[in-house]
């Protein structure tokens, strides 16, 4: 693979780890999630090893007949859980002011999180979106859904403003099974409008997980000269002494943080704030040893 956002050291950090849904989705297969549903689907997926207590009707018998070993029919609806994964490909998300963008670090957790749920054989969904939906892959749990995840990351770039509260309720009237959403963005948006979109994906029964991506210079403020600031998703533009307004854009960005924060535990989603100075493997990887300690 030569796409951008392949990371073999990256996902070899993480690879062995598992993401595991917390709360009841639509899904069945080895138990790692709840499922309130059972049964099979007409879209033929894969094989695994029989295992006592499955259904004798799904043992593959040309499979038996040639190795003469039991398995079983893997179908599309037989996967743990269906998740899609929110990427904001918003102006905002292009700042940096280190070697990776907020938009590329996005990018590589993107492409983390689907390599690890596609190894659990989970059905893994992306949408690309600014002010409205760009791209959207429907979940599947082929092998292949993989390399068109990371085809469509290497081809989302930043143009428009954003709008995420409407991409969320949008893509909630999409999604017609419970299952996971993670959304990957800096959030920098009407914070009751998003609290607003995160609730309609509750009130559907997903699980949501926040990651809440910020570049190290706008959570530490870092500048001491003479800097000509430029608003990212808009025309305006000032120049101003960054000393006379670190104090209050530091006691502005901890409100905003702590707001999102607080609509996500309100409304029971999983809020996690990254640096993009932090390595975004380390990042992850130190959030689902977290997660399941929780449990």
């Avoid at 957790?109 to 959207?136: I, T, W």
């Avoid at 309100?266 to 704030?273: A, G, I, K, W």
């Amino acid at each position: 693979m030569t796409q951008k956002y392949f990371d073999p050291e990256g996902l070899a950090r993480v690879g062995h780890m598992e993401l595991v849904a917390r709360q009841v989705v639509e899904g069945f297969l080895t138990g790692r999630h709840r499922s309130p549903y059972h049964g099979f689907s007409v879209e033929y997926l894969d094989h695994r090893p029989y295992t006592p207590g499955d259904d004798p009707r799904a043992i593959d018998w040309k499979i038996l007949a040639r190795t003469d070993k039991y398995h079983v029919k893997l179908f599309e609806d037989e996967t743990n859980l269906r998740a899609h994964i929110l990427v904001d490909c918003s102006k905002s998300m292009a700042f940096k002011s280190g070697d990776l963008s907020k938009l590329g670090y996005a990018s590589y957790l993107a492409a983390a999180l689907s390599y690890l749920m596609l190894h659990q054989n989970d059905a893994v969904g992306l949408v690309l979106f600014d002010s409205e939906v760009r791209q959207y892959l429907p979940p599947k749990a082929r092998k292949t859904q993989f390399r068109r995840i990371l085809d469509l990351l290497d081809h989302s770039y930043s143009k428009e403003d954003t709008d995420v509260g409407a991409v969320l309720h949008d893509m909630a009237e999409r999604i017609p099974r419970r299952g996971l959403v993670v959304l990957l963005s800096d959030l920098i948006d009407d914070e009751e409008k998003i609290a607003n979109g995160l609730q309609h994906f509750r009130h559907n029964g997903h699980e949501v997980i926040v990651i809440h991506i910020m570049d190290d210079a706008e959570l530490t403020f870092p500048y001491d000269r003479l800097t000509r600031f430029k608003d990212m998703e808009g025309v305006g533009r000032v120049t101003a002494n960054p000393k006379s307004l670190r104090n209050r854009y530091l006691t502005r960005i901890n409100q905003f943080i702590d707001g999102i924060k607080a609509a996500c535990f309100e409304r029971n989603v999983s809020y996690h704030l990254a640096n993009t100075k932090e390595p975004y493997d380390q990042f992850l990887a130190a959030y689902l040893e977290k997660r399941s300690r929780l449990g």
